[in-house]
Structure formats: C-alpha cells, structure tokens
C-alpha cells in the first residue's frame, strides 16, 4: 500500500534550472494538492487539483506550474528555479468530501530541494 | 477571507504535564477542522477530524480537542505529555465539497524530560 509517493526525495539545482516533481497516489482519490514547507510559515498551498483536469492556485503559485496527468498524477514544475524556492515539497490527495467522517488528505514524504 | 491561526510557534512542557496546542479559525461558513502532525523528516499524520458530528474529537495517541464556535477555536490538549509527542503539530480547516485544505503556521511542541 504505497499511497502518496513523490520523487525526488533531494534535489540540489542551479539558479534558472527547471525540474518537475512527481507525485502519485493509489487511493483512487478526485483532489491533489501541492504544498511548500518553510520554517515558521506552515504549509502553503501552491496549487490543487479537485479533479483530473482540474487545477486552480493556491496561496503561492507563482514561479510554478502544474499538470494534472490523470487521476493518480500531479506534477509540479519550477520553469525557472529561484534560491527562494529552496523549500519542502508536499504533494497529498484526498478523498471528494473532506468533511465527511471517513475521508483524510494523505501526504508523501517530502521532496527536500535547494536552488543555488 | 477564511483562515486558521496558530498561537504559539513553540511550546515547551515537561513529561507528564498537560499539552495544549491552540488553534483559531477565521470563517463565515462552517469549518472542518483537522490536527496533523509531523515528526522530523517524515510527512504530516492526521491526528483527528472534527467534521461537526461532535464537538469533542478524540485522536490518536490520546491527542483531543473541542471545537467551540462560540470562540472560533480547536484547541488540542492532551493529558500527559510523552517524549514521544515532541514533533510539529498543524491545524487544517477546509469549508466545503471538494474544498481546499488550508494550515496554519504549525507549533513546534519539546517535551522536556
């Protein structure tokens, strides 16, 4: 039972590279998020996904891109990567009603990338 | 706009002592309110859920809280606190179907021994 898994784990790059995180889920789950992780902020929401298809900003979108695959992938792409970027990525999926008792977001573990 | 506060970035208790985590939302429709928490280096946990079938929610690890509209709060509280239970806990609201998932800032909890 993998459920949220996201690749890399580490990633160092260059001001102005670009790189795509992966992320996949087998829960069979309608929402994707991605969140970026900085120490004293929480997790900020960079972009969602309520459905294959879908996508809509977050809190901080800009800099990035996303691609809804199909319903087990979502895919971050930094275009231009920055120093402020440097971060931790999140990717977590949920079932369609979040309010409901039995439906949970579940994350991956983390995509730990510096830009230099 | 919707949103949740964190008081606190850290919080330091001593084994054995009570844990109180706070937690404000800010919402002009009904909240679902959620606690996770992350243990260093690893991914967010869910702890428990309040999605308005009872205003006190019981987790795991003997984590709960009590949802009061009346003070817009989700504060969690646990009785005895374990060295097992430093990490970085986070409160989550969403307010709809399909709605996004929105955290505050996190608090660090150290547990002294």
């Known amino acids: 039972n993998a459920g949220v898994t996201q690749t890399p784990k580490f990633q160092v790059l260059k001001t102005g590279q670009s790189m795509t995180l992966q992320c996949a889920q087998d829960?069979?789950?309608?929402?994707m998020y991605w969140y970026r992780q900085d120490p004293g902020m929480g997790l900020r929401l960079i972009y969602y996904?309520?459905?294959?298809?879908?996508?809509d900003k977050g809190e901080v979108p800009n800099g990035y891109n996303v691609s809804r695959l199909n319903k087990r992938e979502f895919s971050l792409r930094l275009e231009s990567a920055a120093p402020s970027q440097t971060s931790v990525y999140f990717c977590a999926s949920s079932g369609e009603a979040l309010y409901r008792e039995n439906t949970e977001a579940f994350f991956g573990q983390g995509t730990r990338l510096t830009v230099v | 706009a919707q949103s949740v506060t964190q008081l606190g970035s850290h919080v330091s208790v001593s084994e054995g002592a009570l844990v109180l985590l706070r937690c404000n939302y800010s919402?002009?429709?009904?909240?679902?309110l959620f606690w996770y928490v992350q243990y260093p280096n690893q991914g967010l946990q869910l702890l428990l859920k309040y999605t308005s079938a009872a205003t006190l929610v019981k987790g795991i690890n003997g984590f709960e809280a009590e949802f009061k509209k009346s003070e817009t709060s989700f504060h969690l509280t646990k009785p005895s606190a374990h060295m097992s239970d430093a990490a970085e806990y986070f409160c989550a609201v969403t307010f709809n179907q399909g709605g996004k998932l929105i955290f505050g800032q996190g608090t660090e909890l150290s547990v002294k021994p």
């Open positions: 919402s002009s429709v009904p909240p679902y």
């Open positions: 996904s309520a459905s294959e298809g879908t996508t």
């Open positions: 829960m069979n789950h309608n929402s």
